[in-house]
């Protein structure tokens, strides 16, 4: 505990696995809705060792706070493709991060990265809220992995051995070889969907780009620096490309590799 009262967390977060980034954009508007957490004290950002944030509220309650969020999420189908629809949870509307808000005519935006035979709801969704363990060990509820379920593709640590040979790996039955992770499953689509206006970080029509900031920021201002917004934010500026595999663009199974820097030189 700090004199001022507030805790230093640090969360092992990648900054270049999209799922990660994603999750740490959901926890910060997680201790922003918080008012135990005193949000307009609480601040975050990125070091060598993960994120980072500086709190009112311990991590046990915020993954406790984290894990009652997610398990109230559902998906809302809509009409016309399983990619239609949108999500809730708490009483409150989501977005659909699978519906292209970019010109161009493409139906799809880079996010949508399942196939036309898994629905959002029933086979990756609820499946995942199924196997989410309750938080009783706060460091390692982040970590708990669970085999043979389907991925939202975000996760650069899940199913490339088999996406990247051109098939899912329910075809080759070699799914106990895909763990993922629940938790970091759930919180990525809570901060694509609820979290952050996710289609502006779209750089064409397989690409997305975001920002890494390294100095602390108000919780409540995460969806700005992470899209890139803000002004004179020391930040690291990453690009990743959604990856097909062998079936070429319009590949069934798509899923996003770990992103690489946009540019090599770092902004001062």
């Given at each position: 505990m700090r004199n001022d009262g507030l805790n230093d967390l640090s969360l092992s977060l990648d900054e270049r696995n999209l799922a990660h980034v994603l999750s740490a954009v959901a926890l910060a508007a997680l201790v922003s809705?918080?008012?135990d957490a005193r949000p307009s004290e609480s601040t975050c950002w990125w070091s060598e060792r993960g994120f980072e944030v500086r709190t009112a509220i311990t991590q046990a309650a915020l993954f406790d706070a984290a894990s009652r969020f997610l398990?109230?999420?559902?998906?809302?189908?809509?009409f016309g493709a399983v990619e239609q629809g949108t999500f809730a949870a708490d009483g409150e509307v989501g977005s659909n991060p699978f519906i292209s808000l970019a010109e161009g005519g493409q139906e799809n935006s880079p996010f949508k990265t399942f196939s036309g035979q898994q629905y959002p709801g029933r086979d990756l969704?609820?499946?995942?809220?199924?196997f989410l363990e309750v938080p009783i060990t706060a460091?390692?509820?982040?970590?708990?992995?669970?085999?043979?379920?389907?991925?939202?593709?975000?996760d650069c640590r899940v199913g490339s051995h088999a996406y990247d040979l051109?098939?899912?790996?329910?075809?080759?039955?070699?799914q106990d070889r895909d763990p993922i992770y629940p938790a970091v499953e759930l919180l990525s689509i809570a901060g694509a969907s609820f979290f952050t206006a996710i289609q502006g970080w779209q750089l064409d029509a397989d690409t997305v780009g975001y920002s890494i900031w390294t100095e602390p920021i108000p919780v409540t201002v995460v969806?700005?620096?992470?899209?890139?917004?803000?002004?004179?934010?020391?930040a690291r500026h990453y690009r990743v490309?959604?990856?097909?595999?062998?079936?070429g663009k319009g590949a069934a199974y798509?899923?996003?590799?770990?992103?690489?820097l946009r540019n090599q030189k770092r902004e001062q």
């Open positions: 809705r918080n008012a398990r109230s999420m559902r998906w809302i189908p809509g969704l609820d499946t995942q809220k199924e460091d390692t509820w982040l970590a708990q992995t669970r085999r043979g379920i389907a991925s939202w593709g975000f051109g098939f899912s790996s329910n075809d080759d039955r070699s969806r700005y620096a992470v899209a890139g917004r803000l002004d004179g934010l020391p490309r959604s990856r097909g595999a062998a079936y798509r899923f996003f590799p770990e992103a690489t």
